[in-house]
């Protein structure tokens, strides 16, 4: 296994803090958030700005793994669906300068009153063509399980449709897939493993009230020794990225206090 962490974590740090502080800690590489909002990287970028920043995280031996973007393509409006298409394309040319192995996507929450049934061609439609253009240029997208994608016989169908072993596959958060509470995380592993093309890794727990807290690895309710030991029978080689969600949730402690403890807790767990 290698590990990285998203960007989401530090959305303080300029680009050469993070890409100093991933060397230091021990990261193999870094999840980079794309997002018009320009933290840490615009879906604008020219792909001269694009090589500029691989660069940078190269010349400290943390390459960017994935380009962290924010498309979805669950829409019953065609131009939504058209207007996302377009995203991505402009998120593979940024992958491709920049070397970067992935790009993480959507597939979006399902419309109100609509079924999988009734979406899964509408995305699967829309991604196909993008993931066969990825694959030309050595980049597979990967599809997180979020929302309303969490189960493994919907995601599989999805795989099977897009068709592109290797413009398309799997980012596996075990943790949006355990509190879907769909299925057993043994389950959803077993079925998804031969298209997962890295995992995303937070820890926490569901409050009183139904709100998910976070907390640092190990200290939550997710049953992580047992998930990386899985991983480690099954010789797994991909990324296990630390989501830290601080963009999101400015209270949650600093990156510089959990992105070395990730480190070390990983390290630990996987034996």
């Known amino acids: 296994m290698k590990l990285s962490f998203t960007t989401l974590g530090c959305p303080e740090w300029t680009l050469e803090q993070i890409a100093t502080n991933a060397r230091s800690n021990g990261y193999d590489g870094v999840e980079l958030r794309t997002h018009a909002d320009g933290n840490h990287l615009s879906p604008d970028a ?7 920043v691989a660069d940078l995280f190269r010349a400290h031996g943390v390459p960017v793994m994935s380009v962290m973007g924010y498309t979805k393509f669950a829409f019953l409006d065609p131009a ?3 207007r996302n298409q377009e995203l991505m394309r402009k998120l593979i040319a940024i992958a491709a300068a920049m070397g970067a192995r992935y790009i993480r996507t959507f597939a979006g929450k399902l419309p109100d009153g609509t079924t999988h049934a009734q979406m899964i061609d509408v995305v699967a439609d829309a991604l196909r063509p993008l993931a066969r253009e990825a694959a030309t240029k050595g980049v597979t997208i990967g599809m997180e399980t979020h929302d309303d994608w969490c189960a493994s016989h919907v995601s599989l169908q999805l795989v099977e449709k897009i068709r592109s072993r ?7 958060d075990v943790c949006n897939c355990l509190y879907a509470g769909i299925e057993p ?3 959803t592993y077993r079925k998804l493993k031969p298209h997962i093309l890295y995992c995303h890794v937070k820890d926490g727990w569901r409050d009183a009230a139904g709100t998910f807290q976070y907390a640092a690895l190990g200290a939550g309710d997710q049953p992580w020794r047992e998930v990386l030991q899985a991983l480690k029978k099954d010789r797994f080689k991909g990324f296990l990225s630390f989501e830290w969600e601080r963009k999101w949730h400015p209270e949650l402690e600093p990156p510089e206090r959990v992105f070395p403890q990730y480190v070390h807790k990983v390290r630990s767990l996987w034996g």
């Open 46 to 52: 020219s792909p001269d700005e694009a090589r500029r």
């Open 80 to 82: 939504e669906v058209q």
């Open 166 to 172: 290797k413009g398309f596959g799997i980012i596996y």
């Open 185 to 187: 995380w043994r389950t």
